[in-house]
């Protein structure tokens, strides 16, 4: 059991109401970088989960390593874990609140459907969707759903799920938990 105190417990979790203002100021702050396009946030926040264990973020854009480098650099960064051409991880302090972890992703357009997905859903939502596209004898991963090298979706989350002969699923119900 997971013990709550005012803004985080012994193990690194935090509270969801708590670390949200920091995700919505920061992906409002990648929003502003040049060159990106579509910005979310992602993981156990977006799926409403109470408590959480840090931050999650996508940004669609071309220039892939210019957003990782600014991300690292911004405000309230105070240790690099890891920074490569497409993601990084980088804790962030915000005054008053303990450190955080932000990780961040990159990916083109026409993938961004597919990593939203992916970064959202739980790890066993996760594993159910590629069952149904490994069944189909399809490859599914966060830039994508492939038949071999073709792209079958991936630029929406709904397409995705449409391909896999599903509705969307909201982001709350991502927990491999009978949702399908």
């Known amino acids: 059991m997971i013990r709550e105190t005012r803004t985080t417990s012994a193990k690194g979790r ?3 109401e708590e670390v949200l203002p920091l995700a919505e100021a920061m992906a409002e702050e990648l929003r502003g970088l040049p060159g990106t396009g579509h910005v979310a946030i992602a993981g156990s926040i977006r799926r409403g989960r109470p408590v959480v264990g840090d931050i999650d973020l996508l940004v669609e854009s ?5 957003v ?11 240790r690099i874990i890891t920074a490569g051409t497409v993601k990084a991880s980088v804790v962030f302090r915000q005054q008053g609140h303990p450190e955080i972890q932000i990780d961040l992703r990159v990916v083109p357009a026409e993938s961004f ?4 997905q992916y970064f ?7 594993i159910r969707l590629r ?21 079958i ?9 449409a391909a896999l002969g599903l509705p969307w ?3 709350a119900m991502r927990e491999g938990n009978g949702e399908f």
Request: aromatic content about 8%.
């Open 14 to 16: 935090h509270r969801r």
């Open 62 to 66: 071309d220039g892939a390593q210019d």
């Open 68 to 78: 990782v480098g600014r991300f690292a650099r911004m405000l309230g960064a105070v």
């Open 113 to 116: 459907g597919a990593a939203l």
């Open 120 to 126: 959202t859903g739980s790890a066993q939502h996760n």
């Open 131 to 151: 069952q149904r596209a490994k069944a189909r004898g399809w490859r599914l991963n966060e830039y994508g759903l492939f038949d071999g090298e073709t792209r």
């Open 153 to 161: 979706a991936g630029e929406t989350e709904e397409s995705v799920y």
């Open 169 to 171: 699923i909201d982001p």
